[in-house]
């Protein structure tokens, strides 16, 4: 006999079935679109939530921090030495377009921060941000400081752990540039993926 309605306990079962299904990931997908929003098209008031405070370590062991290069735009790029693949494009990139920028990139200080502090020592990372370009500094840190800066930025960062028994790792890490403004403030954000020329052309409308 149909039940209510109708409809065969059968079909209302399926029915819930289904919207149990759909609505988490209905849920998972607008949270990501909300924060996707708040990071590269919120409003002014949003954007000012990202950047901060920070204490680093560069190459030479000297102290880095928000306020080491006065009057100057950051772009910073977060990654590691060992990253396979989107790491080294992306500071190929950026080596690209501050040449591009010529004269006008003596505004601009280029930063590669490290989320894998473990390894990259200050050392390795100047050694290894020299490999594209003398402009680029390198900074590493204590692991607090390190989550600190991902928190300030809103870095996300997973360790994936390598085969049984070899004991190395990988790390999934958001991929995108920040520019920040001389006084701190977060100006806009481009994804890694842009070509150095891109980049050189997005910046020189911002940096006179």
């Known amino acids: 006999m ?12 399926a029915g819930r079935r289904a919207l149990f299904i759909v609505l988490p990931a209905t849920l998972a997908l607008l949270l990501l679109a909300f924060l996707l929003l ?14 901060g405070a920070f204490r680093l370590t560069a190459g030479n062991g000297d102290i880095v921090t928000q306020r080491s290069f006065p009057g100057k735009y950051k772009l910073i790029y977060f990654g590691y030495t060992s990253c ?3 790491c080294p494009i ?3 990139d950026i080596a690209a377009a501050l040449a591009d920028l010529g004269p006008r990139a003596a505004r601009v200080q280029a930063l590669f921060i ?12 100047r050694k290894y941000v020299r ?3 003398p402009a680029i500094l390198g900074l590493t840190g204590s692991a607090a400081a390190i989550e600190a800066v991902e928190r300030e930025y809103r870095v996300s960062v997973a360790i994936v752990p390598g085969p049984a028994g070899q004991g ?8 995108a540039l920040y520019l920040m403004a001389p006084d701190g403030s977060f100006v806009t954000a481009f994804q890694a993926e842009e070509s150095g020329a ?4 997005a910046i020189g409308k911002i940096v006179s």
Not at 2 to 13: D, Q
Not at 44 to 49: T, V
Not at 168 to 175: C, D, F, K, L, V
Not at 198 to 201: R, S
């Open 84 to 86: 396979p693949d989107v």
């Open 114 to 125: 490290t989320v894998d502090p473990k390894r990259d020592t200050p050392a390795l990372m």
């Open 38 to 51: 708040r990071l590269f098209g919120g409003t002014a008031q949003q954007s000012a939530r990202v950047g």
């Open 198 to 201: 891109a980049l050189a052309a």
């Open 131 to 133: 490999q594209f370009s």
């Open 168 to 175: 190395g790792y990988t790390i999934e890490h958001s991929a």
């Open 2 to 13: 149909a039940g209510p309605r109708g409809k065969k306990p059968e079909a209302r079962k």
């Open 90 to 92: 992306a500071l190929a």
